[in-house]
Structures are given as C-alpha cells and as structure tokens.
C-alpha cells in the first residue's frame, strides 16, 4: 500500500501525558498537512510542511503542540500536557507539486484523553 | 477569512436514485478551488471530484456532479444512480490559490446513507 500511513491508529492516553503520532506520506510528496477532526466537525486545519519547512501553522495548535518533518519525509505532531480538550481524530495529508491541489489523506490517529 | 458551509448535516437516499448535498462558501478571492471530499465509515477521506473557480463548466466524474454557481457562491453535489458504497461523510472544501500551502477549509460535513 502506497497511501499516506499514520501511527498508531488508536491512542488512549491519561490526562497530563505526552503523546506522539507519526505520518508517512506518500513518496515523494513534499507537502505535508495535519488536520484534526472532532465529532460532528469537519477537518481543521493544524500545520503545513513544504518538504522539511515548516510553513504555517494555525492559531489552534498552542504551545503545547509541535510537529516536525526531518528531512522532508515522515513527520511527528507531538502533543503535551495533553487535555480532555485534545480527544480528536488527528489526520495527516500529503500532496506533490505546485499545480496538484489534491491531497491524500491517511485514515488518522484517534486520540482519547482520558 | 473563507468558510465553508454544509447546512444537511444528515440525508438519505434509496438506492438507484439521485441526491443532491448543499455547499455554500465565502470568500473575496476570485481564483480558487472547490471540493468534494468522501470519508466512508473508518476509512479514509478521499477526491470526489473537484471544480476551479476560473472554470464555468461543471465538473462532472462518472455518476458525480457539481452545480457550480460563482456569483451565489454554491457548489453542490449530485450524485446519481446511487449505490450502497455511497454511504459516507461528504465534506465540502475550499482552497485559496492565493495562499501558497493549497490548504484546506472544509465544511462540517453531511452523512449520506444509501438505503438499500
């Protein structure tokens, strides 16, 4: 399977603990983006990567989150300190080039912060 | 700032026949894109179809099909002759050709259910 893969599929966490997703997007594509979805919500938009630069993030992700994306390949979105408030789907898209606005998504991370 | 909005949160359809699922948007740009996005139940979301702004022809893929009216700033689904795999979370999304990142804002979403 050559799609975006997101890790771990599930994480059940105690409030107050760090946790840590990865992304593998497809090869290739140096744009990454990570978007969390709550119940009843649509995607929202968290960050965005050109290969290993981090370009924007969005005023929704605090302090207390951080992604990273070393050498334009895989990345990380790190939450700490994590609240009742972070329990989300957490998604991660890929996509290539200037021209190509389609972007593929992985099935996401579901976070429950218990 | 752009928003995207879906009013349905829910619809259904019978099998065979033709639904239509509402979009409407804000925006001050001229340029930009429109989509559809599906996400099936625990999978993952993926291109319905897509339509550019700067184009008056409607979009249209297989069975899928929009109704794109710029100056109302609606953009719709149909989708005909509709199947049981059809059922599925349809977000409607925005990107801004102005920004760089192509990133997206994406309505709340309308659950389709295909009834058999």
């Known amino acids: 399977d050559t799609g975006v893969s997101q890790n771990p599929r599930h994480k059940i966490t105690k409030r107050g603990q760090n946790v840590t997703f990865r992304c593998d997007p497809i090869?290739?594509?140096?744009?990454l983006y990570w978007y969390r979805q709550t119940l009843g919500q649509g995607p929202e938009f968290l960050t965005y990567?050109?290969?290993?630069?981090?370009?924007?993030k969005s005023r929704l992700l605090s302090d207390r989150f951080s992604a990273e994306r070393p050498k334009g390949s895989f990345s990380t979105l790190e939450i700490q300190r994590t609240e009742q408030g972070d329990s989300a789907m957490y998604l991660c898209?890929?996509?290539?080039?200037?021209?190509?606005?389609?972007?593929?998504f992985g099935q996401g991370t579901r976070l429950t912060v218990v | 700032a752009q928003t995207v909005t879906q009013s349905q949160p829910e619809m259904s359809v019978q099998e065979a026949e033709t639904v239509t699922l509402s979009c409407t948007y804000d925006?001050?740009?001229?340029?930009?894109?429109l989509f559809w996005y599906k996400q099936p139940p625990s999978r993952q979301m993926i291109l319905v179809i897509r339509?550019?702004?700067?184009?008056?022809q409607n979009a249209t893929e297989n069975r899928f099909s929009v109704n794109f009216q710029k100056a109302a700033k609606s953009f719709s689904l149909k989708i005909s002759d509709s199947q049981l795999g059809d059922t599925a979370m349809y977000f409607c999304?925005?990107?801004?050709?102005?920004?760089?990142?192509?990133?997206?804002?994406f309505g709340t979403g309308t659950r389709l259910k295909v009834l058999a």
């Open positions: 898209a890929s996509g290539q080039g200037a021209l190509n606005t389609e972007a593929f």
């Open positions: 090869s290739e594509h140096n744009r």
């Open positions: 990567f050109q290969n290993e630069a981090q370009l924007e």
């Open positions: 925006t001050s740009e001229s340029n930009y894109y």
């Open positions: 339509q550019e702004a700067y184009k008056q």
């Open positions: 999304a925005f990107i801004s050709t102005t920004s760089g990142t192509y990133k997206y804002i």
